[in-house]
């Protein structure tokens, strides 16, 4: 019944930012961890990153010193940084959520880098 919505997506050129937002719809329990996983064309969906209850965050290391997970103040909210975008990024990126060994899966946003 937990629902993910993500936001954000769009065009961007070579080397600008995007910040994706994900949100639950209803009333849900936290979700621990949270991630963004985002799939490319003709590639397999990847984690980009991942946050847990304590806070502990991990990294694509293709993403690393560009993009920032960080969990919003309302419960079940989520936000992923972009930076320094490159056209390797263009994927879905999906928002998910794990509770009680169960995954909740967005609907995904497009991110599409142009040169």
């Known amino acids: 019944q937990v629902q993910l919505v993500e936001s954000g997506g769009g065009l961007v050129q070579s080397g600008g930012s995007l910040r994706l937002s994900c949100a639950a719809s209803g009333t849900v329990i936290r979700l621990s961890p949270m991630g963004w996983y985002r799939q490319a064309p003709g590639k397999q969906r990847e984690l980009v990153a991942s946050i847990t209850s304590d806070d502990t965050v991990t990294y694509a290391d293709s993403v690393k010193g560009r993009f920032t997970i960080s969990r919003g103040y309302v419960q079940n909210t989520l936000y992923l940084q972009m930076n320094a975008l490159k056209r390797e990024d263009t994927a879905v990126y999906y928002c998910?959520?794990?509770?009680?060994?169960?995954?909740?899966w967005g609907q995904g946003t497009q991110v599409i880098v142009s040169s």
């Open positions: 998910a959520g794990n509770r009680l060994s169960a995954d909740y």
